[in-house]
């Protein structure tokens, strides 16, 4: 039976273990995911292999910041499998800013795009913030998820162009983009350790063994 789980928008299937939310595009999928009928809603599993928020989710993180009718900037869009299930969680009140500095990889965003009329998506580095400004307004959540080794530089400097004061910013942290050379627990800290100067860590999660060498931050801006 899939019920609502702790996370706001998600819901879960305790006897398996599964993640869900509604399908804001009922009858699509985004890749392969399976669709679930019941008591009249249609729901989409969320794979925790393939997504760094629902492993967070699944590793007990308590609350991801993400609202009903929120507007989110996500970094780090790629083809759109994450993106897709926040933008069942933002709903149709909501939008999804979806930046991505690949055009082949945008190219399969425009696809998830054309069934979510909540979705734009962005062609540009997270590391240029600049030139996007203009393309997009200020942001409820801000969510990284880019292979770059100033990860923590980067989510910075977007939260303070573009999050509103109070809002939640969600880092995935890739240790191996970072410094191959350290051990994962030591790049943790040490961005733990930036974010800290600037922001609210309310929660932080290893997501072994659904990613490795991967760690969630929440954040929230002072």
């Given at each position: 039976?899939?019920?609502?789980?702790?996370?706001?928008?998600?819901?879960?299937?305790?006897?398996?273990?599964?993640?869900?939310?509604?399908?804001?595009?009922?009858?699509?999928?985004?890749?392969?995911?399976?669709?679930?009928?019941?008591?009249?809603?249609?729901?989409?599993?969320?794979?925790?292999?393939?997504?760094?928020?629902?492993?967070?989710?699944?590793?007990?993180?308590?609350?991801?910041?993400?609202?009903?009718?929120?507007?989110?900037?996500?970094?780090?869009?790629?083809?759109?499998?994450?993106?897709?299930?926040?933008?069942?969680?933002?709903?149709?009140?909501?939008?999804?800013?979806?930046?991505?500095?690949?055009?082949?990889?945008?190219?399969?965003?425009?696809?998830?795009?054309?069934?979510?009329?909540?979705?734009?998506?962005?062609?540009?580095?997270?590391?240029?913030?600049?030139?996007?400004?203009?393309?997009?307004?200020?942001?409820d959540v801000v969510y990284q998820d880019i292979a770059q080794r100033d990860q923590a530089g980067i989510f910075l400097k977007n939260i303070h162009l573009f999050l509103k004061k109070g809002g939640y910013a969600l880092l995935?942290?890739?240790?191996?983009?970072?410094?191959?050379?350290?051990?994962?627990?030591?790049?943790?800290?040490?961005?733990?350790?930036?974010?800290?100067?600037?922001?609210?860590?309310?929660?932080?999660?290893?997501?072994?063994?659904?990613?490795?060498?991967?760690?969630?931050?929440?954040?929230?801006?002072?």
């Amino acid at each position: 039976m899939i019920t609502p789980s702790s996370i706001f928008e998600v819901f879960q299937d305790k006897k398996d273990r599964k993640l869900y939310t509604k399908n804001l595009a009922p009858g699509k999928t985004v890749y392969t995911e399976t669709l679930v009928q019941e008591k009249g809603m249609e729901y989409r599993e969320w794979d925790p292999w393939k997504s760094k928020l629902a492993a967070a989710i699944l590793k007990n993180c308590q609350n991801v910041g993400i609202r009903n009718g929120d507007v989110v900037l996500y970094l780090g869009a790629a083809s759109g499998t994450t993106v897709s299930h926040i933008s069942d969680m933002v709903g149709k009140k909501g939008f999804v800013f979806a930046v991505e500095i690949s055009p082949s990889v945008v190219r399969d965003l425009v696809f998830v795009a054309e069934d979510r009329k909540n979705i734009a998506p962005i062609l540009a580095s997270a590391n240029r913030p600049l030139d996007y400004a203009g393309r997009i307004c200020q942001a409820d959540v801000v969510y990284q998820d880019i292979a770059q080794r100033d990860q923590a530089g980067i989510f910075l400097k977007n939260i303070h162009l573009f999050l509103k004061k109070g809002g939640y910013a969600l880092l995935a942290v890739k240790a191996r983009s970072v410094d191959v050379a350290k051990k994962p627990r030591q790049v943790f800290s040490e961005v733990r350790a930036q974010l800290e100067k600037e922001l609210i860590i309310t929660d932080y999660r290893v997501l072994e063994p659904f990613q490795k060498d991967h760690c969630m931050f929440v954040c929230k801006y002072k």
